[in-house]
């Protein structure tokens, strides 16, 4: 019967006469070539078959991989439609018989077979009856003509479960005869298509020359189309993001979100998500904290992840706003994108349809935020002379200095710092407290924090840690609620040299002339051995001082000797003060290098006085 079959015109009519026949429940007519009595006894078995009261017969053929007398294509009318517009499906049908044939149902299926019941064409004739006027309510006209293209089209709303999915066409069904009694269903798998339009290549060219009349289809140029997406409806909001950026390392950011309901009607079951943008490094999702209580990130960081969904919002009426303040916490410094999503359900009217749909909306918007680190701090150890050192000796006094510069663009204020020393070292002050609070510093301004601190002198540890710095800070400004943000730096390990001979001090700050003064020192054995020691102490022409210029002494184990001498300031200024040295034959380690380190080398010598005489 197709157009692919080499037999005669009239073969073809007498076939599809006879496969009406049948399928009408109707005797055949008897195939050339048979026998008289084979007709007439293929004619009693047709009359006995068609007097029994059976169950109905039907049956299905696959279609896709045979070359049939009609052919399909399915297309939707485009790949992507929106949840309030109808979703259009044409279904183009050419048969390639000898005369008009009448089939009884087109049906197509759908991956949501929710749409499937919208997606049928009854034709209420019966299969032999030329065209009759139809019931347009109930019944479609499936009478088709040969190799004339006949299109049927669906429409139907798309249910809000299939937003942001596909819908594809399953399967498409013809069927050919009554369901009651004798019916074929004819089935494509997917859009249509068969086994010629799949090999022929002549099946891809148009044969037509000229262009087509307006009312009528060319079958070459018709696409097969079988699945298209549901997107959700263009939402009619206005999302605004207030902020100054960039942000800062640890600080709670704050993202001020007004939101406009620029809908005709109120919206519904609104609700806000925040948080990192889908599709960037997997570390940025480590190191970013989202939430609407600036208290979380404090009391409960375990339920601060790098997205925050579900913030319900009140029903807005239209044009009516709500704002609502976000925070962002980024604990790394980097480039981030950051997306506020709000969620809402309208009543949309949908054209050709009088009552509206419920539509799910999404409005987006993002800001990019750059992370930057509040400070740059740097670490210095220095004897208490200020010289810098790269190790410490046990039981010594040193300086660590801290120099903070700020390196945010906008001006911070330090609120304190602290020191959390390890178990190998103390402060040598018993009040200690910080030096920058209260400081503001704008850009590239520098900070310096002074500590004195001394290693425990009993403990044999050659490497050590110094501990912990910690800062608090906050933005500059007028609002006094703004966050305290604590931004906290591992200290380095030091060194530690241990020295047999310790030496202590004891010297005013300053002097005057022509004012005796005394100056200590009280020498310590740390070794488990006797010290032989020699001690002397060089003239010098800025003091007359009284003492041993040389002495000899020892020092038992864990013991000390104090050497005291009484110096007489003989000029003003910053002066040099007599050097001591020591011989120790038993400690080599102690020479005149470590023992100028370990004692002062100049004091401040203040003139005397002048008396104001009155007259």
């Not at 110096?567 to 380690?589: D, F, M, N």
Request: hydrophobic content about 35%; charged content about 20%.
């Amino acid at each position: 019967m197709g157009r692919y079959s080499q037999s005669s015109p009239e073969e073809k009519t007498r076939v599809q006469m006879n496969l009406i026949r049948v399928m009408s429940n109707v005797p055949p007519e008897a195939e050339p070539g048979c026998s008289s009595e084979a007709v007439e006894q293929a004619k009693g078995l047709w009359k006995g078959d068609v007097t029994k009261a059976e169950q109905p017969k039907t049956f299905t053929l696959e279609m896709q991989n045979i070359v049939p007398f009609v052919e399909f294509k399915a297309c939707f009318s485009k790949n992507r439609f929106t949840a309030d517009v109808p979703i259009t499906l044409n279904v183009y049908i050419r048969p390639s018989c000898q005369f008009p044939i009448r089939f009884s149902k087109l049906s197509v299926q759908l991956s949501n077979p929710i749409y499937n019941a919208q997606c049928i064409v009854t034709d209420g004739q019966p299969i032999g009856e030329p065209i009759m006027p139809h019931d347009s309510d109930t019944t479609g006209d499936l009478y088709l003509i040969p190799n004339k293209v006949k299109v049927y089209t669906f429409q139907f709303i798309a249910v809000p479960e299939d937003v942001g999915k596909k819908i594809e066409i399953v399967s498409i069904s013809l069927s050919l005869g009554d369901e009651a009694n004798r019916c074929a269903h004819l089935h494509w798998s997917g859009g249509g298509g068969d086994a010629a339009s799949v090999t022929n290549i002549q099946e891809c060219v148009s044969k037509r020359r000229g262009e087509p009349k307006e009312e009528e289809l060319d079958w070459h140029l018709i696409k097969i189309e079988q699945a298209t997406s549901i997107a959700s409806r263009v939402p009619l909001m206005e999302i605004k993001l207030e902020h100054a950026a960039p942000s800062i390392v640890n600080e709670p950011y704050s993202i001020l979100a007004t939101i406009t309901n620029k809908e005709k009607t109120t919206i519904r079951n609104a609700s806000i998500t925040m948080g990192l943008k889908e599709g960037q490094d997997s570390q940025l999702e480590q190191t970013t904290q989202v939430s609407e209580d600036i208290v979380n990130f404090e009391q409960n960081p375990s339920i601060c992840k790098s997205r925050l969904k579900g913030i319900n919002i009140d029903d807005l009426a239209s044009d009516q706003q709500i704002v609502r303040q976000l925070y962002v916490r980024c604990l790394q410094v980097g480039t981030r994108s950051i997306i506020v999503r709000v969620a809402y359900t309208v009543d949309a009217q949908v054209e050709k349809q009088a009552s509206a749909v419920s539509c799910v909306c999404y409005k987006d918007e993002d800001v990019k935020l750059d992370t930057v680190m509040p400070f740059d701090v740097s670490i210095r150890l220095t004897s208490s002379k200020f010289e810098e050192v790269s190790s410490v000796y046990a039981g010594e006094p040193f300086l660590m200095m801290t120099d903070i510069k700020c390196t945010s663009p906008w001006p911070l204020q330090i609120v304190d710092s602290h020191l959390t020393l390890s178990t190998d070292v103390d402060f040598t002050d018993e009040d200690v407290e910080s030096q920058l609070k209260g400081i503001l510093l704008k850009k590239y301004e520098q900070a310096c924090e002074c500590l004195s601190l001394v290693t425990n002198s009993n403990q044999t540890k050659t490497t050590i840690s110094l501990g912990q710095y910690t800062v608090q800070w906050r933005r500059a400004s007028d609002d006094s609620d703004q966050p305290i943000v604590k931004t906290e730096m591992a200290l380095p390990d030091i060194s530690v040299e241990h020295l047999p001979l310790h030496i202590d001090t004891d010297l005013p700050s300053h002097g005057l002339v022509r004012v005796p003064l005394a100056l200590q020192f009280t020498i310590v054995n740390h070794t488990e051995m006797v010290q032989n020691i020699e001690a002397s102490i060089d003239p010098s022409e800025a003091f007359m001082f009284s003492g041993h210029k040389q002495v000899f002494f020892r020092i038992l184990p864990s013991d000390d000797q104090t050497l005291l001498y009484n110096l007489y300031p003989l000029i003003p200024g910053y002066v040099k003060l007599p050097r001591l040295h020591l011989k120790t034959p038993q400690a080599p380690t102690i020479t005149d290098d470590v023992v100028s380190k370990m004692i002062p080398s100049h004091i401040y010598i203040k003139p005397q006085g002048k008396t104001i005489i009155n007259t």
